[in-house]
């Protein structure tokens, strides 16, 4: 409607005491610039420290953790699906295959129809960035993450997250998205919850009830 | 134009409203666990953000400046929307949001849509909208579920159905999911809600949702959830429409930096919550091919107009003000006749219905100020509510009738924060009389209306801001402000 989009501007310059004003842009930019960000935006702690924190804030979610060193990553994947009883994994398009345990056999991504993510017992991906203080995985969907799709339906997710990967605030995590900020993203903080029902958090409500973190120092 | 706000130009004001729940013992038990246990978790995670106040100016500037270029950063995010694939749309109005989304569901050919929880399509009652034109609407947020199968109203802008206990929803679930024999543990009601709606998600073509955040810049959409139905509803159907308030779009990305740890720290008390998402119009080969986004005004623009209530429109609708307000946590949110609550209720529906309706709104707070400590966008809500009941009396002079008159009086003092204070001062002087052990009984007279409702508490000794304006210089004194 043409018509509402012209009344609408209208009333907001009214509103605003600005008549169309062709220099508003420039002067928005410069007001914008000007905004004072006296927040912490760069972390302080050391990568140790930073790791450590990560993983504290992982296990309050009720995520799985388990370390491993990027030789023995493909076993440390192996037991993860072996000890939850995992057969048919799919494995996210564009993940390294050096990566993957080879004594298993995942089904690919692009092979996989909606049925599969339903009837599927887990995936694995990589994420873009994680964020130490609220224990956050960021996909930006990109090849080894997955379409939007692969890490929601399934029941179980295994994200693998490398020690450079973990910023410690949030502010720095969107400094290292800034280059996909056109992408899908998706935010991850544990299992997916509600507390709808009297304050009481319940697990895994139609997101994966399931999260297990590689993190590969 | 007709602005429309809900229901809340045929609700009962505020007093008659709040009386028969003021009586229903176990909705205030509900509400009153729901709110202390948020409350609790808030507090929590915002002390140990050291820089919360720092975050909480940045907030208030970026919005206060957003604000003040509005249609400058509307164009931009029309521009990168479109140009990422997306559609912009424009409404003036409820009317205009709803039949533009009604047209473009029918469109599609679709007669059925799956919702996010969204506040902005309560406001326009879209539901009931789509339903006149035959398309039925299934919401997939829990809370809104439970609201929406037990043919309730949302009592909470964070989590609508926080007046119902758990086996309240297992006879709502019970019922219309056909469930005889399910249990009332929230893990089995959650269970039902996953397997009910699960088809839903697979099947249905049409996602309905809101926006937390609109990005100028890019041209995003960030949405904020926890449960993944959310996800669901933005990833799964092949249309997507989101209806989004004016007051919704920030200027850059980056800004998400500051909001995204502002908002899950005041809505729920989670560091973060579950699933964030942003996408930025059309994806190739990933989520729905068509994207829409109704841009609503609805009485948004007249706020904008008012100078000193502006800052009404900051609000990322946390809901904290509400878990920190008295009178909120007295009567919930069934109480205000609109589906915004609480303080930022008393404010922004009367503000949207350009002070037509909701008029009592504005005396439905006991001016603690709570709701400002808690805001994360630092909203001076007493502020606003003793500028709006000025505005009540003033709109209302012509009629001529003795309340209006007392009103007009309650205005002169209402009028100005310092001024109001000092009649509290005065107040308190000249209430000797009346007090009984501390209370006043049933007043005389014009204000024995209000008494009737409850018991006032008698003006204490010291009044909350005076207590905690004292308490800040004692701090300061001793030399820890
Ligand atoms: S007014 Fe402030 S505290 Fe209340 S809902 Fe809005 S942002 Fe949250």
Known sequence: ?????????????????????????????????????????????????RLHLFIDRLHDYDAHVVETSADSLPRTIANVLQQHGQRKVIAADGLPHEMLPRDFE??????????????????????????????????????????????????????????????ETVPEAFDRLAPSATHPLTFISGPSATADIEMTRIRGVHGPRFLDVVVVR | MTIRVAESAQAPSFQKAALPLLEDAQLRRNVRHATD???????????????????RTTASDTKAHTLRYLDHYLLQFEKACTAAGGQVHWAADADDANRIVADLVRGYGGNEVIKIKTMTSDETGLNEALEHEGIRAHETDLAELIIQLGRDRPSHIVAP????????????????MHLPDLGDRP?????????????????????????????????????????????????????????????KVIPSFQDLEVFLQLLPRSAT?????????????????????????????????????????????????????????????????????????????????????????????????????????????????PEVLIHLRGRVVRE?????????????????IFASRRRFEAAQRLGRLAQGPLVRKGWFGNLPGLLGNWTRVRDLRALPPQTFREWWKQRAKNAERSGHA
């Not at chain 1, 203080?133 to 994200?159: F, K, N, W, Y």
């Not at chain 2, 206990?165 to 709502?172: A, K, P, T």
């Not at chain 2, 942003?278 to 706020?303: C, E, I, M, Q, Y």
Request: with cysteine; proline share 4%; aromatic share 4%.
């Open chain 2, 396 to 412: 209302q002079k012509s009629a001529l009738d003795a309340e209006a008159l007392a009103m007009k009086m309650a205005a002169a």
């Open chain 2, 187 to 247: 893990e089995d009601l959650t269970a039902a809600a996953r397997r009910y709606l699960r088809e839903k998600f697979l099947r249905v073509k049409v996602g309905i949702c809101g926006a937390n955040f609109l990005v100028a810049e890019t041209g995003s959409v960030c949405i904020v959830e926890s449960e993944g139905n959310g996800r669901m509803c933005l990833t799964m159907p092949e249309v997507l429409i989101s209806l989004a308030g004016i007051e």
């Open chain 2, 161 to 176: 159905a926080l007046h119902k206990n758990r086996s309240q929803v297992r006879e709502i679930f019970r019922e219309t």
């Open chain 1, 106 to 167: 995942f089904l690919a991504e692009r092979e996989a129809g909606i049925e599969d993510l339903n009837e599927c017992d887990g995936i694995v991906t990589v994420c873009t960035v994680a964020i130490a203080s609220t224990g956050t995985i960021v996909l930006a969907h990109g090849p080894g993450e997955g379409a939007r799709r692969l890490s929601l339906i399934p029941d179980r997710h295994l994200c693998v997250v490398r020690a450079h990967q973990v910023v």
């Open chain 2, 37 to 55: 246990v948020i409350q609790l978790k808030r507090a929590q995670v915002v002390a140990e953000t050291v820089d919360w106040q720092e975050l």
């Open chain 1, 1 to 49: 409607m043409p018509d509402a989009r012209d009344a609408i501007l209208e009333r907001i310059c009214s509103a605003t005491r600005r008549g169309a004003d062709e220099n508003a842009p420039a002067r928005a930019a410069e007001e914008f610039a000007a905004i004072a960000r006296p927040y912490l935006r760069a972390g302080r702690l050391d990568a140790e420290a």
């Open chain 2, 269 to 381: 008390g989670e560091r973060m919550n579950p699933y964030n998402s942003l996408w930025t119009g059309v994806h190739a080969n990933d989520g729905p091919k068509h994207f829409h986004v109704v841009l609503l005004d609805n009485g948004r623009t007249s706020v904008l107009a008012d100078a000193e209530a502006r800052q009404t429109l900051h609000c990322i609708r946390c809901a904290a003000c509400l878990n920190a307000c008295p009178v909120y946590r007295q009567t919930s949110g069934l109480a205000y006749g609109s589906s915004y609550s609480g303080p930022i209720g008393a404010i922004v529906t009367p503000q949207l219905l350009n002070m037509e309706h909701g008029q009592s709104l504005p005396y439905a707070s006991s001016l603690c100020g709570a709701c400002y400590e808690v805001c994360p966008v630092k909203i001076d809500i």
